[in-house]
């Protein structure tokens, strides 16, 4: 199914559509950012101190809306630069002429250099095949590198086991309905592209459902270097996808995705340039569960959030964004393959958890994914 077309969602109170997110402050606190869950979640990204268990993007607080900006204006008019004594009378004309004429004739100069100037920067070595560009569009993922995410052998992944994984996959409590869509067991996704933690989240989310299904259309992209108001981001430029424009195919669960915002910086707001709306039940779902007791009241709202058919939900990155640092998507995607490289340790081992909260939802189906290894990890997801 699309990943932007989701089904109901059995216990997700129905609430008013939101008008989706229109913006962060600029004024940073000392913490990570997240999505605001307060009145309206949809209308803010949030910041939160990082633990050693998890880590989500940053937070802002209610009143911090209107990020604030100090201009320096130049719309008033210099002052003369001719002496007094040089602007009256003929001989002052002349000499005004001649200043005339030859600042004149500089401007004409200077406007025949800065086209050349521009016209250089216009015609600029284009990247190289695979890469992205910070701060921008979305690339279409090479093919190489999105058969190798997709394909990393069982035998790799069941060598890894838990490997480096430190976050926290958690039973939801009070037996709620499951969350379906289409009749299948729904696993739903909330985050950003600007966030260095989706980007984490998101190569072992691709190596986990592609063993249930299919992905078709992922493209890469970078997390954010610095916001609309200029603050430096944590682990910038951190390489991944996104999957704005993906389609996910499976006959045993269904995959829903919401990136809120782009990583493209937006001055008006000192966030980011919003991206797609969530539904009603979609924020309704990350005000439940986006909260305490499954996180820290400071931390409500963080992202990334996925909750696994109101079984399991996830809150934060489950490893470091910093692994990923300096690397290439295509040294990343082969890297996946070794269970021995830092990497494999990072992103197989949380595909591995991933893989076992998905398994509870699908009645522990298809076996070629849900091997004993995942099996064994389902045991030690938190209650």
């Known amino acids: 199914m699309s990943a932007r077309e989701p089904g109901p969602h059995a ?10 997110p229109t913006g962060l402050d600029g004024a940073r606190q000392a913490t990570e950012r997240g999505i605001d869950t307060g009145p309206d979640p949809a209308t803010a990204q949030a910041e939160h101190p990082e633990t050693s268990s998890a880590a989500a993007c ?14 320096i204006r130049s719309d008033s008019a210099p002052a003369s630069l001719v002496p007094a004594s040089t602007q009256d009378g003929p001989r002052g004309s002349r000499r005004r002429i001649r200043t005339f004429a030859a600042a004149g004739s500089i401007i004409v100069v200077a406007a025949i250099v800065l086209t050349f100037v521009l016209i250089k920067l ?25 058969d190798k995410v997709t ?22 409590t009070g037996n709620p309905a499951p969350l379906t869509a289409n009749g299948r067991p729904e696993l739903l996704y909330i985050g950003a592209e600007f966030c260095p ?9 691709i190596v986990a459902l592609s063993r249930f299904g299919t992905f078709s259309g992922l493209a890469t992209v970078r997390s954010a270097v610095s916001d609309g108001a200029g603050s430096q981001e944590p682990y910038p430029d951190t390489p991944t996808f996104t999957f704005v424009h993906a389609t996910y195919t499976s006959k045993y669960l269904a995959f829903s995705e919401v990136e809120l915002y782009t990583n493209i910086p937006d001055t008006s707001t000192g966030g980011y340039t919003a991206l797609q709306t ?10 439940k569960y986006d909260a305490p007791p499954y996180v820290d009241s400071a ?46 340790k990072s992103v197989d081992g949380t595909a591995n958890y991933i893989t076992a909260a998905i398994c509870s939802m699908t009645g522990n189906q298809p076996s070629s994914a849900c091997t004993t290894t995942a099996l064994s990890l389902q045991t030690q997801l938190k209650s």
């Open 197 to 205: 933690y989706c980007a984490a989240e998101r190569w072992a989310m």
């Open 58 to 71: 940053p937070r802002l607080s209610a009143e911090e809306t209107t990020p604030a900006v100090t201009a």
């Open 278 to 287: 969530a539904t009603s039940a979609e924020l309704a779902l990350l005000r």
């Open 122 to 146: 216009n015609a600029k070595t284009p990247p190289p095949p695979g890469s992205s560009i910070s701060n921008g569009h979305a690339d279409a993922a090479p093919a190489a590198v999105v």
């Open 299 to 344: 931390a409500a709202g963080s992202i990334p959030f996925l909750d696994f058919g109101n079984k399991y939900v996830s809150i934060g990155a489950s490893y470091s964004p910093q692994v990923l640092s300096g690397l290439s998507w295509s040294t990343i995607a082969t890297d996946l393959s070794n269970p021995d490289s830092t990497v494999a």
């Open 11 to 20: 216990d997700a109170p129905q609430e008013p559509e939101s008008a989706g």
């Open 151 to 172: 394909s990393v052998p069982a035998r790799t992944l069941n060598t890894v086991g838990s490997g480096a994984f430190t976050g926290r996959i958690q039973m939801i």
